[in-house]
């Protein structure tokens, strides 16, 4: 039985750049087969979207190299674009995309390279300052002085739970996974971290074991927006661009939009731009 599926870069306006992602639409898989193929294909993630009879809306799972996850950004950009371009329809549309997770909402439109996808992620959970960031800073190799002196290191949710740890202009570059982090973030409740260089707007990120570094995260581009806005880095209702991915060779921009005010978020938007790159068919299954 063949399986088809989209390949599209995601946070890219050209191919070979962004995020990677194969898009699966109807497959019929279990998810034993869905961890599998991902694994298969090596991209950071892949997304299996089920349609239904409201074209408006579908189900989707998202899995990366070691598990299923209940949320995350560039995968669910990227299969609304695919799902745009399928419909030949070339009006903007919305969708509400159902994840294990949470179901958030998407627009997209058609562009002039492409396709752009802003999603919205919703009301964002503060889930609480880290008291010893030092701690946090030496597990990516830096230094207590590394840590940016006036902003917190916190815990912060926009479906996944990310350690936001800010640190001073330069720092990204030195920074390296030194030891598995998933103990240390247990600790703090998060399930990973992001590196947050404030007066760059660029963030590093890696699966907590440090092997592959992710080149653009739109679900923790998402908590890095609530974070600026509620720490007075960021504007309420304006977007900024958002940076990552240069110290693995694929430059990313992520655009974010928080919405609200400090005290009381509403929303936050993370969206990009999205590039067709191919289309696959697997031969055999799992």
């Known amino acids: 039985m ?3 599926y989209h390949h599209v870069d995601v946070f890219s306006a050209s191919p070979f750049g962004g995020n990677s992602l194969p898009v699966f639409i ?3 898989l ?3 087969q869905m961890q599998r193929i991902t694994c298969e294909l090596r991209h950071f993630e892949a997304v299996f979207v089920e349609t239904t009879g409201d074209p408006g809306v579908v189900h989707a799972r ?3 190299l070691s598990d299923e996850l209940p949320f995350a950004g560039h995968p669910v950009i990227g299969a609304a674009a695919v799902l745009h371009a399928l419909s ?3 009006a903007v549309q919305t969708r509400e995309v159902r994840l294990p997770g949470r ?3 998407i627009t997209t439109q058609q562009t002039g390279s492409g396709w752009f996808g802003m999603l919205d992620q919703g009301v964002p959970d503060f889930l609480g300052n880290v008291a010893r960031p030092d701690e946090i800073a030496a597990a990516f190799c830096l230094d207590a002085g590394d840590v940016h002196a006036q902003l917190p290191a916190q815990v912060v949710s926009t479906g996944l739970s990310y350690l936001v740890l800010p640190v001073r202009a330069g720092v990204l570059e030195r920074a390296r996974v030194r030891r598995d982090l998933t103990p240390l973030l247990a600790d703090v409740g998060a399930r990973f971290a992001v590196l947050f260089d404030v007066a760059g707007l660029e963030i590093r990120h890696w699966n907590n074991d440090g092997v592959v570094e992710d080149v653009a995260t739109g679900s923790a581009a998402g908590c890095i927006g609530a974070y600026s806005l509620r720490h007075g880095v960021a504007r309420a209702n304006e977007p900024f661009t958002l ?3 240069r110290f693995a060779g694929r430059p990313s921009e992520l655009r974010v939009q928080p919405e609200g005010v400090a005290s009381d978020i509403r929303a936050i938007k993370v969206g990009g731009d999205v590039a067709w790159v191919g289309r696959g068919t697997l031969e055999a299954l799992p």
Request: no cysteine; charged share 30%; hydrophobic share 40%.
């Open 62 to 64: 998202v899995f990366d």
């Open 26 to 28: 109807d497959a019929g």
């Open 30 to 32: 279990s998810a034993a």
């Open 243 to 245: 940076r990552q991915g």
């Open 103 to 105: 179901t958030v909402s």
């Open 2 to 4: 063949a399986i088809p």
């Open 88 to 90: 030949r329809d070339r």
